[in-house]
């Protein structure tokens, strides 16, 4: 276990459903050598499912030719990650609540509904194409009312 060690990773990646899961992986395992718990890293792993298949998916329209750039870094204390599309970016506020009535069947929204809830710090740049996530080691899962 490496768990006292600072990690760093910069890569850009194809914006395919191939890469990203095999990045994923490969950060889940980082994760999990550094010490991450089991609910630290169910966590972490819904989050970046999300945030990644977002980024190819609305972020970059599923174009093989545009990439995704990521920025990791885990220390002791946490897991901190950005994800970047090469999208013209949204804003996350003005996305539905999928918990309200008349937005119970549509799909919009649940994504970025299970980030806000997994992760501890949730954050968008300007332009709203790059997600900034932090999950901070032993907080535990949510509790979603």
Do not use: W
Request: one cysteine or more.
């Amino acid at each position: 276990m490496q768990s006292e060690t600072v990690y760093t990773k910069s890569c850009v990646i194809p914006s395919t459903a191939a890469a990203v899961g095999q990045l994923c992986r490969e950060i889940l395992d980082t994760a999990r050598e550094r010490g991450f718990g089991e609910q630290d890293l169910f966590a972490i792993h819904l989050a970046l499912e999300e945030a990644f298949m977002n980024a190819v998916r609305h972020g970059n329209q599923s174009d093989p030719s545009k990439n995704v750039t990521v920025e990791l870094l885990i220390t002791p204390e946490k897991f901190d990650i950005s994800i970047a599309d090469q999208g013209c970016g949204f804003d996350p506020e003005a996305l539905p609540d999928p918990r309200q009535g008349e937005n119970l069947y549509k799909t919009e929204g649940r994504g970025v509904l299970l980030i806000r809830a997994y992760m501890d710090i949730i954050e968008y740049n300007t332009m709203g194409n790059c997600v900034h996530l932090v999950k901070f080691r032993g907080k535990g899962l949510p509790v979603i009312q």
